[in-house]
């Protein structure tokens, strides 16, 4: 491993300053400068301005909303990934590959696709709503659509964090654990959850973060109720829609400073768990 | 017995959450004959949304292949101040809400936009057109070339490049003849990675794009319109072909990582 070898001066290898170059004006004129502008156009409205536009009810309902609707749907990420990876890595599983190609789905779907497909899928007349209208479920068109189709995005970042550490995972562990006289619970609480917390924390981070921020597959099946089935990158874009373009970027303010602390957040787990392997 | 309950549970989940939306999607695109579908898919609105989503994913997809390996050479291959710094904006598109890409675009370059009325006075146009769905598109996939080639180049080393320079060989005979060909495999599947993303992107798009039908509307964003419209089959049939390429781009997947593993 490159990492590992004694550190010698970078002399021979040419090209750091063409590529190094190409790297920065290109991420710096479609990320970086872009960005800037938001936030110093959002400095531009000054305190009081930012407040004003993030203060009252609907922007406050949508924040609740898009936290709420987003850490339920981590959460059911998290024990279904976590059941999901456990069944493919350690039983046998008949048609394997099919299952194990079907996890990705979620990433390969445009989120369009699945909004409209979830949408018909739990309307009250579709096929799923109609098996939970008996049971006064309403799905589509309420919160629950919302989790739906946030726990349906989110599922691939939990199985695929999760999955590694499980396979990697040493089998002996358990089996000594079990020998030793352990129940089966204790495995479970005691082996196999803490050698995989770091992954379900990172998935579920993960599956938090893309959820909080989605936009295709859920403005179909919520409904656009304002005050009611309003996320906030949905308030935001009515607001850019009626041209509200200082309300748009305080809010827009608000996510992009969220998605740079899981960012931030991310990047301590992962190199916590960098550590952890050596 | 536990064992039958888990894994009952998780095939039930896999397949309602997951398989189930995409046996409605041909479902419903199905659901007046194979004729009505093909009528949908061969529609002229359909027709120009396909060619202006591949547009941009032509325009998108090379600046983005040639950034994704300007990158992984620069952060693999020397260590310089910044870097991890430079690590971790890489990833920052891709954490940011699609809406949040879109707007920023429209800040820059709207109406109201710092550059606004410049452009306007100069006639030309960015929003509701082509060029900002370009932006907003090259925005989302940013890194998505550069992720799959980083590790790859990390893993392989630098010694096959240090050999070939000090037997003589110019920068660039380094570059084409022993760092690409050990590349072409992940920057093809790089490629075909942010192909996918950059057809199916919905959100940054739709913020950017006005929505003017036969102009700036994207496969995806005519699904919504279709949809909007009670045009349901119409909906999933267009659907149905962003859902072909989903499943390709998935196989294709499949047999890249079990060649890689090989």
């Known amino acids: 491993m490159s990492l590992s070898r004694p550190k ?38 000054g305190w009081h301005g930012w407040l004003d ?14 936290f709420g609707a987003s850490l ?33 789905l979620p990433f390969a779907l445009p989120t369009a696709v699945a909004g409209i497909a979830l949408t018909a899928l739990w309307v009250p007349g579709g096929f799923l709503g109609r098996m939970v209208a008996p049971l006064g479920w309403k799905i589509a068109f309420a919160e ?23 396979q990697s995972a040493e089998k002996e562990l358990e089996e000594a654990a079990e020998s030793l006289g352990a129940s089966p619970s204790q495995v479970i609480w005691r082996v196999v959850l803490p050698t995989l917390r770091p992954a379900l924390l990172t998935g579920f981070a993960l599956a938090f973060a893309r959820a909080v921020g989605e936009y295709g597959s859920v403005i179909f099946i919520c409904g656009n109720i304002p005050m009611k089935t309003e996320i906030t990158p949905l308030l935001i874009v009515s607001r850019l829609e009626q041209y509200d373009y200082a309300g748009a970027t305080a809010l827009a303010t608000i996510m992009l400073a969220l998605s740079a602390v899981i960012l931030a957040l991310l990047q301590v787990l992962q190199s916590g768990r960098r550590l952890a392997l050596r | 017995m536990i064992r039958i309950l888990l894994t009952f549970l998780a095939m039930a989940w896999l397949t309602l959450m997951v398989l189930a939306p995409v046996v409605i999607v041909l479902v419903e695109a199905l659901s007046a004959g194979v004729g009505a579908w093909w009528q949908a898919v061969s529609d002229d ?67 109201q936009g710092w550059f606004g009325a410049w452009l306007q006075a100069h006639d030309i146009q960015i929003i509701f057109a082509v060029p900002g769905m370009v932006l907003a598109t090259a925005f989302v996939t940013l890194p998505m070339i550069a992720r799959e080639l980083l590790p790859l180049l990390e893993s392989q080393g630098d010694d096959a490049e240090l050999a070939a320079r000090t037997l003589g060989a110019s920068g660039w005979q380094v570059f084409w003849l022993v760092a690409f060909p050990r590349m072409r495999g992940a920057l093809a599947y790089g490629v075909l990675l942010c192909t996918a993303r950059a057809l199916g992107e919905f959100g940054a798009v739709s913020v950017v794009s006005g929505h003017i039908r036969g102009q700036t509307d994207t496969l995806p964003l005519h699904v919504e319109i279709l949809h909007n419209e009670y045009h349901f089959q119409a909906a999933f049939a267009a659907a149905s072909l962003l859902l072909l390429v989903g499943v390709a781009t998935l196989l294709l997947r499949r047999l890249h990582t079990t060649e890689a593993g090989r």
């Open chain 1, 53 to 66: 536009a993030i203060s009252g009810e609907r922007v406050w309902l949508s924040l609740r909303l898009s």
């Open chain 1, 72 to 104: 339920m749907a981590a959460t059911l990420d998290t024990l279904a990934g976590l059941l999901i990876a456990w069944v493919l890595c350690r039983y046998k599983l008949p048609g394997q590959a099919f299952w194990d190609v079907l996890v990705d």
């Open chain 1, 8 to 45: 010698r001066a970078p002399v021979a290898l040419p090209g750091l300053g063409l590529s190094l170059g190409i790297t920065v004006t290109w991420l710096s004129f479609i990320a970086l400068i872009p960005l800037i502008a938001l936030v110093i156009r959002a400095g531009s409205l």
């Open chain 2, 45 to 111: 609105e359909t027709r120009t949304s396909v060619a202006l989503s591949l547009k941009i994913a032509a325009i998108v997809v090379p600046c983005n292949a040639v950034f994704g390996v300007a990158a992984a050479w620069s952060l693999a291959r020397f260590r310089f101040p910044g870097r991890s710094l430079l690590l971790a904006l890489l990833d920052l598109p891709l954490s940011v809400s699609p809406v949040v890409s879109g707007l920023v675009f429209v800040l820059l370059f709207g109406a």
């Open chain 1, 144 to 166: 629950p659509g919302i989790v739906v189709a946030l726990a349906f995005i989110g599922l691939p970042f939990v199985v695929r964090t999760v999955q590694p550490v499980l």
